[in-house]
Structure formats: structure tokens, C-alpha cells
């Protein structure tokens, strides 16, 4: 058990190292940076001065390794638009993201996981061909598509619903939040629909996948052999079983969700590190395109780590190996 | 005939495909007395199981009962509704199946699975369930029942593992026990040491059983009668002494040879020659005729009737025409 | 030697197609029968735009800012000679529509024939060469699964951008989509030709071409290709509808296709602008065509999958 956290915990390492060395070697060579913090005017004697100050005439392992401690601490340099400190401007914008990707996730479980569940068990009813045929569109929709659609329908048609921006938002401590206001609640359904329902379809069909492979296996013929009611054989042991991939197939969707947020922050204009991202990217903004690479592969690292604790919980074939 | 337990009538069981209907049982007729043991053999594809699986109704969809009738202790239980059935599963008649390793839920203590079997036949407390739990494993010969019940399925050896299935089969004292291939998924080492944990339990608790299988050796080791299934037709049902000594069919002749014995170390052991017709081109007549080496004219056009002889039933055309062998 | 190669990788395509009872799956399935048909007709219609549309969008000589953001003509309030009703540029809907298509296609082809092409030989080079080699190779495709494919696209376009100071962007745009959308799609087809691969590795006759002075390599290729072709179809199918869904999206944040060379993604960028203005012609129509686009090649992919049953994750 401690042996399987410690490798977990290495591997997520070399993974934030991996993804740090892309970060670091787009920050370096994409764009020079010393030209992109100085106005035309400045001299070459003064550009040197500053390239030495910043280090980059070490050696490229000796810049990997500041840029990497720097990161550690949460120092991701100056962004070239904004020309303040990239960790300042993510931290602004990282709730936002964060609350419409969490909102999403549940949407998208509490909708997807009874819906799988019940076009498992109920295999030729009409309702399951509907839900199989919405998660087909779900599919094919790109989302941005699906976002377009919700306003023309919602926003601008009957006017129930923003079409953009968070409402008005509290804020607690260095967090703001728009889920304790009327208009902040208003105005995150449209943005965590559109984000959750491509992952909603997705846990339907696995979780309609898994579990009808779950019913065909033996113990759960044998737990109906013995007579045990219906409800128990379906959700005491087919569920249970099935919510093991479906633990960490979700759990990995959390780290898309919070990218897919790119393009729902787009159409909805919603202040999120995601619309950050999409303008960096569009204005060759290195510091926070590296940045936001590697706040998605630590989120990415993180929710691994927690889906493996989550695993062990759930299946005692993991938890009592060890012992 | 008052002891009769168990009573099936011209069972018909059918599979609808798209190369149409897949008979795969016709017209199997048996009874069971009350503690008696019945094998059931022949090859894979022979209707063992469906048959087995068709008395408790746990064929799977689209497949179903299209024929017959299944009597337990007098009254019919084929026509039963969902929930009537499953209140007969595992109180009246128990099931075991072939592979201890995927026979119980790897998420759940062996306690839990007990349990909750138990108290969803009997009105029985949690801790009563629980004593009586830790008795039948002790039964099954688990050591340290009473510790072991805690442990989880992936804990437990292969055999150890199909001991806590014969336990969970009997934990709500059922009157008959299907066993499918108990031993089969198992280590031949083990294999002799399950059966006689079935048989004792089973004789212990009065419980009858229908013990599936394709492997004569368990049949001649653990079973009153047997009946020889061939291409989803019986073929030949009897006392076991006598149709393992003086088969009648010629499909049982052929199934007795290849059985290794340790008197008849001269004999070559014998094959059957061809293989079993599937069930989707299965011929006219007798469904052996093709590989019989007694074959007659009437076999190809004709299904034999089931005819008594002695203390068996036979359903062929040598026995009807006077044995001509 | 390759003509010979060709028709054994045709035979065994050919003979899974028949094993996998293909085409009477293909019959039974109303539904697939159907999304063919769309496909087809979008595919034919996307490849004759030059021949059907009723306008060319790209002379702009043609366009007037007089016929701007007229509606469909049912409407009666649209112009008669713009069928689907003009942009803000006074660009025919129809025609764009036809001639986006076309550009959303091609990048969704190209790029799935690059990402394959890419996939399928680091595949078989991790498969083969196995140690050091294999372990990058696949460290590097677990790290990038783990990413979405849209965030890698945006990055390289970005990156891109950022090397060539963002010049001749017009003439560069589909070459950088095409190189961006496929580097972020190669990790399943090398997956899949690395596990055969390894399969295949330790067979006599890779010891026998050696002995005889063949390449290995070579020869690994014409047993490894007819072994995956079905599992890499099924990819390359499901693969292109995800293309050009990233193609669109890219195109919609602004990072991909021009307006001047407006994919179908472009035109609903350009139409959101307008969506509350009343014009939603611009965005709708191209829309739906792209839904049913995806829709149609997503069925396919999913009927073929069915049918070929490979092993896939």
C-alpha cells in the first residue's frame, strides 16, 4: 500500500517534469523573452544586462532547474500582455474556472450515472433509446456548437438565462465566488451544461457499457441464483462493481473538463483561466501558456492521485495486497 | 411415487437467432426423488446446463421455456412470475456454479454475501444469520470459520472459494441443489475433496441434487442416476451401475470406452468418431445417427421413442426393434 | 514487390471484412445505411463545390456589402439569388457552406492520414526497437493522452504562431491545423501497431529475413500493417469525426482557419456575432451541417467498430 503510493507518487513526479521541460522549452525558445519585456528603444548593452540578470546565459539544465524551482514556488514570470506576474493573474482567474468545471462534474455524474444505469437495466425500453440517441448527439456536437444553441434558445429566443459573465460574485478571502448569488447561480447553468454534457454521454455509455458487462458475469448470476431481490443484485453488486472504471475514467474527465473549459469560457465569455489561456495563445503570451500547462498537469497529477486513493477504498482486492 | 421432488415433462428450451429458433432443449423428461443424486452428462453444447439453468428459470433472454413442464414438490414452478421464482431460488433450490474465482462478488466479505443471502430467505437477525453462517462454513470445512468469514473472495484458494459457494448454495436449507461443473474450474487435486463436500452436505441436510457435468469419473464417484443428454435430447437414464456396466445406447457404449478404467488396461481407449451435430443442422431422426455404428434406415427418418428397459429408459431404434445388434 | 504487398493487405482486409459478416451487418442497420448516404452526400457535395454552388465566395469581386446579411430567401425578406440568405461580407451562406465543408474535410482527412502515418511508425519503431526507445516513445503518448486533444492542438498552434511571428498566417493555416490536430491524434494508432509489433518481434521469420539480408523493419511492416488494418480503420473513422470537431472548434476560437478561407467552424465564429442581432443564418446553417457532418461519420465509425470488433480500448 505505502510501496504503491510511493511509485504513484514518483510517477506523477516525473510526469510534472516531463510537462515542465515542454513548458520550459516553450517559454525559452517560443518568442524571445528579453525582447518581448523591452520597447524598441532600448539598447543592445541594456538587453544583455538583462538577459544576464535573467539568467539566460547559464546553461539550458541550469535554466530548466530555475524555471522548474521558480514554478515550484509558484513564480511563472510576467505575462507579456498584462506585464504582471502570471501567478498573480491565474490565481484571479483559477475560481471561476474551477466552479464552473466542479458544477459541470456534477451535472455531468448526476445526470449521466442514473441514465447509464438505467439504459443498462432496461435495454430495449423507449426511454433508453432516447438517452442512447441524445448521448449520439452529445457526441457529435462540438461543444461550442451546443453552447451556441443554449443562448439562442435560452438568452436571446425566451430570454430566460445570461448568455454571459458570472453575475455578480461574493468574494471569500483570495476566492470569489458566483454560486452564493441569484444571478451568479443564473448565470453558471448554461456554461455547466454545455461543459458537462459531452462528459455526461460519456459516463452514460460507459457506465451502460460496464454495467451490462457487470450483469453478465458470474457472480452476479450466482447472486440471482440464490434468490437474492432484484433491486439488491442491480445496485448492491452490479453497481458497486461497475463504479470502479467508472471511478477513474470520471476522475480522469475532471482534468478534460477543466480543459474543455477553453472553449465554454470562450462562448460564454466567462472570466476563467480558460479564456486566459485561449488569449495568451492568441497573442503568443508564452508565460501563460506555459503557465496553464502546467496548472492543468498538476490538476491532472492531483485528481490521478486522488482516483488511486478512491480505488483502494472501493476495491479490498488493492487495499489488502500490500498486507 | 411420493417422494418425487423434482418432476420435468418434455422440457423444450429455445434460443430465437438470426439464422432462426436454436433448439437446444427437446422435449427432456426426468424425475428426482427426495435426497437423491442425478447426474447429468454429455458433451459441451449437449443442453447440460440450459437444462439446469431452465429449472430455476435463469435462462438467459431472448431465450426461454417454449415447452413442458417443471413440477417441484407437486406443484408447477415453470409458469411462476419473476418474483415468485426468485423467492423459490435459493430457498428451495440452490445453485452452484462452475468457477469458484468469478462465482463471488470480489467487493464484498464472504460475511456480507452470507448474510445477506440468509436473512433474504429466513427471518433470521443479523447476528443469528451470522452464527449460522460461521456453522456452514465450518460444515464445508473452512478452517477458522468463524475468523475467515471476514475475508474477502480474492483471500481464499479455488477450492476453498467453491466450499463458501456450496456453503452460500445452502445457506437457506434448499431442497435440491443444481450444481453446473462443480469441479471443473478446479485443480484435479481438489476436485475429489469438493465433490465429497457436496455429497456429505447434501446427505447430511437431506438435499437432492442435479449434478452437471461432462466427466463420467464424478458421476460414478457421486451419483444415484444419471442421464445422458446428446444434442439436447436424453438419450439414456438410469441407475449409474447400470448404465456405466450395461449402457444401451450405443452414444453411452461409445462414452463408457473412452472412460480410462484400471481392469481394462488392454483396451485401447476408444473414440467416438465425427462430432456432435450443433444444434442449428441437427438431422432428421436420431440426432446420433451420423456417428452410429449400428445405424439403421428407420434412425435417418425417424426419432426414436424413450422406451423402459429394466431399470433405465432409452430413446433408440436398437431397442424398440428387438436389439439388433 | 509493393503491388504484391498491396493485394495481401487487400486479401486480408477483405477476407476480415467477410469473417466480421460485415455486410450483413452493414444491410441489417438501417441507421448506418442512412448516415452513409449523408456522408457520401456531404463528401460529393463538399468535393463539387466548385460545380454546385450557385456563387464562389473567394471572388471578391463579386461581393457586395449591399447584399450583406440578407435572410433566406423563404423568409420573404431574403434575395431570391441567396438560397440559405448572405454573411456580413454579403458572401452567399450556401456556397461558404459548400466551399467550408470542403476545407473542413480536407483538414480532417489530412490530419487523420497524419496522425496515422506518425502513429503507425513510431508504433512499430517502439515495438522494434524496444528498451530506451519504447519507453520515450510511450512515456510520451501516456503524458499526452492524459491531455486533451483540443488543449495540445491549441499549444502547438500556438507555439507555431509564436515561431513564425505569426506571418502569412492566411497561407499557413492549414498546413499548422493539419500538423496540430495530428500530433494530438498518433497515440492510439501507435498503441495498437506497437502491441502487434511486439507480437510479430519474436516470430522466425523476422529472424529469417534477417538471415537472408532483409531488413527486418521492412518485412515487419508488410506482416504488422494487414494485422492492424482493422483496428486502425476503426480509429482513422472515429479519429476524423474528432477531427473535425478540433478543426472547427480551433477555427471557432479564432486560432485556426481565416475568414478570408472560412471552414465551417469560421462561419459560426462570425455568425455568433450576430446571433443576437437577429441574423442567425450565418451560424445555424453551418452548424447543422457540421452536427449532421459528425453525426454521419461517428455511426460509421461506431457500426464499423461493432462489425470489425477489433480489440480496442
Not at chain 1, 457472480?219 to 453488486?237: D, I, Q
Request: include cysteine; charge should be neutral.
Amino acid at each position: 500500500m505505502i510501496a504503491f503510493v510511493i511509485r504513484r507518487i514518483i510517477q506523477s513526479i516525473i510526469v510534472i517534469m516531463v510537462v515542465g521541460l515542454v513548458a520550459f522549452v516553450m517559454f525559452r525558445f517560443v518568442g524571445d523573452p528579453v525582447n518581448q519585456m523591452v520597447g524598441l528603444e532600448t539598447s543592445i548593452a541594456d538587453r544583455e544586462l538583462l538577459r544576464e540578470q535573467l539568467g539566460l546565459n547559464q546553461p539550458l539544465i541550469v535554466q530548466y532547474w530555475h524555471f522548474i524551482s521558480n514554478a515550484a514556488q509558484g513564480d511563472f514570470g510576467t505575462s507579456y500582455q498584462y506585464r504582471r506576474p502570471v501567478s498573480e493573474i491565474l490565481g484571479e482567474r483559477l475560481p471561476a474556472t474551477l466552479e464552473l468545471a466542479l458544477v459541470s462534474a456534477i451535472f455531468a455524474i448526476a445526470a449521466g450515472i442514473p441514465m447509464g444505469v438505467y439504459t443498462a437495466l432496461y435495454r430495449d425500453s423507449v426511454l433508453s433509446n432516447i438517452f442512447l440517441t441524445v448521448s449520439l448527439i452529445g457526441i457529435s456536437l462540438p461543444s461550442f456548437l451546443v453552447g451556441i444553441l443554449l443562448i439562442f434558445i435560452f438568452s436571446v429566443h425566451l430570454q430566460w438565462l445570461p448568455s454571459f459573465g458570472r453575475g455578480e460574485v461574493v468574494d471569500l478571502g483570495w476566492w470569489s465566488t458566483g454560486l452564493l448569488t441569484a444571478t451568479g447561480l443564473k448565470a453558471i447553468i448554461l456554461p455547466a451544461i454545455t461543459l458537462g454534457l459531452f462528459q455526461m454521454t460519456l459516463i452514460m455509455r460507459l457506465v451502460r457499457s460496464e454495467m451490462m458487462e457487470v450483469l453478465r458475469t458470474d457472480f452476479v448470476k450466482f447472486a440471482k441464483a440464490r434468490g437474492l431481490k432484484t433491486r439488491v443484485v442491480h445496485f448492491g453488486h452490479a453497481l458497486k462493481n461497475t463504479m470502479i472504471p467508472v471511478i477513474t475514467i470520471t476522475g480522469l474527465q475532471f482534468g478534460s473538463i477543466i480543459a474543455f473549459a477553453i472553449i465554454t469560457e470562450t462562448v460564454f465569455q466567462w472570466p476563467g483561466s480558460g479564456l486566459l489561456f485561449l488569449q495568451a495563445v492568441q497573442n503568443v503570451d508564452v508565460p501563460i501558456m506555459a503557465a496553464y500547462l502546467l496548472m492543468i498537469a498538476f490538476l491532472f497529477v492531483l485528481i490521478n492521485l486522488i482516483v488511486d486513493v478512491l480505488y483502494v477504498v472501493v476495491d479490498p482486492r488493492i487495499r489488502l495486497e500490500g498486507s | 411415487m411420493s417422494d418425487v421432488l423434482l418432476s420435468v415433462r418434455d422440457m423444450v428450451v429455445d434460443f430465437p437467432t438470426r439464422h432462426g429458433l436454436l433448439r437446444a432443449v427437446d422435449h427432456v423428461s426426468f424425475d428426482l426423488s427426495r435426497g437423491e443424486v442425478l447426474g447429468l452428462v454429455g458433451e459441451s453444447g449437449a443442453g447440460k446446463s440450459i437444462t439446469g439453468a431452465a429449472i430455476i428459470g435463469l435462462i438467459e433472454p431472448p431465450g426461454h421455456i417454449s415447452g413442458g413442464t417443471v413440477h417441484l414438490d407437486g406443484s408447477r414452478i415453470d409458469n411462476l412470475g419473476m418474483e415468485e421464482m426468485r423467492r423459490i431460488r435459493g430457498k428451495r433450490v440452490g445453485m452452484v456454479f462452475q468457477d469458484p474465482l468469478t462465482s463471488l462478488n470480489p467487493l464484498y466479505t464472504i460475511a456480507k454475501q452470507l448474510i445477506q443471502t440468509i436473512r433474504t430467505h429466513l427471518d433470521l437477525t443479523e447476528k443469528q444469520a451470522r452464527a449460522r453462517a460461521i456453522g456452514l462454513l465450518e460444515e464445508v470445512g473452512i478452517p477458522a470459520a468463524d475468523k475467515r468469514i471476514d475475508d474477502y473472495p480474492h483471500q481464499f484458494s479455488g477450492g476453498m472459494r467453491q466450499r463458501v459457494v456450496i456453503a452460500l448454495a445452502l445457506c437457506a436449507g434448499p431442497e435440491l441443489i443444481i450444481a453446473d461443473e462443480p469441479t471443473t474450474a478446479l485443480d484435479v487435486s481438489v476436485q475429489s475433496q469438493i465433490i465429497d463436500v457436496l455429497k456429505r452436505m447434501c446427505a447430511e441436510h437431506g438435499t437432492a441434487v442435479i449434478l452437471i457435468t461432462h466427466d463420467m469419473g464424478v458421476i460414478a464417484e457421486a451419483a444415484d442416476r444419471v442421464a445422458v443428454l446428446y444434442s439436447g435430447r436424453i438419450a439414456e437414464i438410469g441407475p449409474v451401475r447400470e448404465v456405466i456396466k450395461q449402457a444401451k445406447h450405443p452414444y453411452t457404449k461409445g462414452l463408457m470406452r473412452s472412460i480410462p478404467t484400471l481392469t481394462q488396461t488392454n483396451d485401447r481407449l476408444t473414440q467416438i468418431p465425427g462430432t456432435m451435430p450443433r444444434i442449428t443442422d441437427r438431422p432428421e431422426g436420431c440426432a446420433f445417427a451420423p456417428r452410429c455404428g449400428h445405424v439403421m434406415d428407420i434412425c435417418r427418418s425417424q426419432q426414436p421413442a424413450t422406451r423402459s428397459v429394466g431399470n433405465c429408459e432409452v430413446a433408440c431404434h436398437l431397442e424398440t426393434e428387438g436389439g439388433a445388434s | 514487390m509493393s503491388t504484391d504487398y498491396q493485394t495481401n493487405e487487400a486479401k486480408s482486409l477483405l477476407r476480415r471484412v467477410l469473417d466480421s459478416d460485415i455486410w450483413y451487418s452493414f444491410k441489417k442497420s438501417k441507421v448506418t445505411m442512412v448516415a452513409a448516404g449523408v456522408a457520401l452526400i456531404i463528401f460529393l457535395a463538399a468535393l463539387l463545390a466548385p460545380l454546385l454552388a450557385p456563387h464562389n465566395p473567394f471572388d471578391l469581386a463579386s461581393l457586395s456589402l449591399m447584399d450583406s446579411l440578407l435572410p433566406p430567401s423563404w423568409t420573404g425578406m431574403g434575395d431570391p439569388r441567396y438560397l440559405l440568405g448572405t454573411d456580413d461580407q454579403g458572401r452567399d451562406v450556401l456556397s461558404t457552406i459548400l466551399y467550408g465543408s470542403r476545407i473542413s474535410i480536407a483538414v480532417g482527412l489530412a490530419s487523420v492520414a497524419f496522425a496515422a502515418v506518425l502513429g503507425i511508425t513510431l508504433g512499430l519503431v517502439a515495438g522494434y526497437m524496444g528498451g530506451a526507445v519504447d519507453a520515450v516513445i510511450m512515456r510520451v503518448a501516456d503524458v499526452q493522452l492524459s491531455f486533451p486533444a483540443i488543449l495540445i492542438a491549441l499549444l502547438i498552434d500556438g507555439t507555431i504562431s509564436g515561431l513564425t511571428g505569426g506571418v502569412n498566417r492566411e497561407e499557413t493555416a492549414f498546413t499548422v491545423l493539419v500538423i496540430s490536430i495530428g500530433l494530438s491524434f498518433w497515440v492510439q494508432y501507435a498503441r495498437t501497431v506497437r502491441s502487434s509489433t511486439l507480437v510479430e518481434r519474436d516470430k522466425e521469420y523476422v529472424q529469417a529475413a534477417r538471415l537472408i539480408g532483409l531488413h527486418p523493419f521492412l518485412i515487419m511492416l508488410r506482416h504488422v500493417l494487414p494485422n492492424v488494418m482493422g483496428p486502425v480503420l476503426v480509429i482513422a473513422t472515429i479519429n476524423l469525426a474528432l477531427a473535425i470537431i478540433t478543426e472547427a472548434t480551433l477555427s471557432f476560437l479564432g486560432v485556426g482557419m481565416p475568414s478570408t478561407q472560412p471552414s465551417l467552424g469560421t462561419m459560426i465564429r462570425i455568425g455568433n456575432d450576430f446571433l443576437f442581432s437577429g441574423e442567425w443564418w450565418i451560424t445555424l446553417f453551418p452548424g447543422a451541417l457540421l452536427a449532421v457532418l459528425v453525426l454521419a461519420v461517428n455511426l460509421l465509425g461506431d457500426w464499423l467498430r461493432d462489425a470489425l470488433n477489433p480489440k480496442l480500448r
